[in-house]
């Protein structure tokens, strides 16, 4: 079966202090892969997503960046972190494009607070 | 306009009242629905997954979809406090590359 590996689970980071969450999915091959940030509150907010090795797209622009270095492993990484990167950064996965949708299974979850 | 719109609440209720969720997209063209629930802290995790309009039941869950109305419920019976979480609507694109449009998630109380 597949699972997904997201940590860690919490964090908390002064400004300007780098940062590097990583997400690993087990069981499946090429998997679509996605970062999304949930502010309190808020709802789900796209960060980047992966059709596979280097292949990412950002959705907006910030603070932040994301690799894949191998097929199933996904990092979200910033260099100097910022007061309003703080929130719940959630790591993804879904079937390759052009199969039926079954959804995203979704991580754990890192709570990042920035002080 | 969101493709996909969801009243973020929060909607308490009592223990064992029916609880009534919905959403609704602008796309017609959608055809698979699917309902998240998302525990305090935790990610989301796949409730319901329906796909063109009618019901379908599992357990006290309910998913209903309208697609004539470009609508979409959630309905859950016999609430219980285990019932409290964000639930959030989630609609695949028709595209082949598969980006879910989520709703902004509603937070549901149940109170014993």
């Known amino acids: 079966s597949q699972t997904i590996h997201q940590w860690p689970a919490t964090l908390v980071q002064p400004v300007g202090s780098p940062l590097s969450l990583e997400c690993t999915v087990e069981?499946?091959?090429?998997?679509?892969l996605y970062w999304y940030r949930q502010a309190a509150g808020r709802g789900l907010q796209l960060l980047f997503y992966?059709?596979?090795?280097?292949?990412i797209s950002s959705e907006v622009p910030q603070n932040l960046s994301a690799s894949r270095p191998q097929d199933r492993q996904f990092i979200l990484s910033s260099k100097k972190l910022l007061l309003s990167d703080s929130g719940f950064y959630l790591c993804?996965?879904?079937?390759?494009?052009?199969?039926?949708?079954?959804?995203?299974?979704f991580g754990s979850g890192t709570r990042l607070t920035v002080v | 306009q969101k493709e996909v719109e969801q009243d973020p609440g929060p909607l308490s209720v009592p223990e064992g009242a029916i609880v009534s969720l919905n959403c609704t997209y602008s796309?017609?063209?959608?055809?698979?629905f699917m309902w998240y629930r998302q525990y305090s802290r935790k990610g989301p995790e796949l409730l319901m997954y329906?796909?063109?309009?009618g019901n379908k039941e599992d357990g006290r869950f309910t998913a209903q979809v309208d697609k004539s109305s470009k609508y979409i419920s959630l309905f859950i019976r016999d609430s219980q406090p285990s019932d409290s979480a964000t639930y959030l609507c989630?609609?695949?694109?028709?595209?082949?590359?598969?980006?879910?449009?989520f709703g902004a998630g509603t937070q549901v109380v149940v109170t014993p």
């Open positions: 989630a609609i695949p694109p028709t595209d082949s590359w598969g980006k879910l449009q």
């Open positions: 992966s059709i596979g090795i280097d292949q």
């Open positions: 993804a996965w879904s079937v390759p494009a052009g199969r039926k949708h079954y959804g995203y299974t």
């Open positions: 069981g499946t091959s090429n998997p679509n």
């Open positions: 329906t796909y063109s309009s």
């Open positions: 796309n017609s063209a959608f055809q698979y």
